[in-house]
Nanobody, 115 residues
Framework: QVQLVESGGGLVQPGGSLRLSCVVYGSTVTRNIMGWYRQAPGKQRELFGQITNGGSTVSDSVKGRFTISRDNVKNTMYLQMNSLTPDDTAVYYC??????????WGQGTQVTVSS
C-alpha cells in the first residue's frame, strides 16, 4: 500500500517562504513520477511541477520562486516556495505515478498567504 504524507503548510505573510515535504511509504521516489498540485478556492486542481530521475520542472506561474527537490535516502520530495503571494493560497497536494500508471495522492496541506 503506497501512502504519501505531506507536511509543512501554514500561514505566511506575502513575500515569505515555506517548505513542504511529501514522504513516500510503500514505494520509493525513484520509482515514481512525483508531482506537486494545488487547488485554490473555486478553481480546479492544477499540476505545477514534477520531478523524475531526469530532473525537475515547474510551470511558468511559479518558475523562479518554487523549487522541487527530493532526498532519495529519506524517500521524500520537497517543495521550496519563496516570494509567496496571496495568489499562491491553495491546498497543496503531492502525487505519485508509477510505471504501471497507478496514481497516489497525499492528504493535502493548506498554504495561506496573507498579511
Amino acid at each position: 500500500q503506497v501512502q504519501l504524507v505531506e507536511s509543512g503548510g501554514g500561514l505566511v505573510q506575502p513575500g515569505g517562504s515555506l517548505r513542504l515535504s511529501c514522504v513516500v511509504y510503500g514505494s520509493t521516489v525513484t520509482r515514481n513520477i512525483m508531482g506537486w498540485y494545488r487547488q485554490a478556492p473555486g478553481k480546479q486542481r492544477e499540476l505545477f511541477g514534477q520531478i523524475t530521475n531526469g530532473g525537475s520542472t515547474v510551470s511558468d506561474s511559479v518558475k523562479g520562486r518554487f523549487t522541487i527537490s527530493r532526498d532519495n535516502v529519506k524517500n521524500t520530495m520537497y517543495l521550496q516556495m519563496n516570494s509567496l503571494t496571496p495568489d499562491d493560497t491553495a491546498v497543496y497536494y503531492c502525487n505519485a505515478r508509477d510505471l504501471n500508471g497507478h496514481i497516489y495522492w497525499g492528504q493535502g496541506t493548506q498554504v495561506t498567504v496573507s498579511s
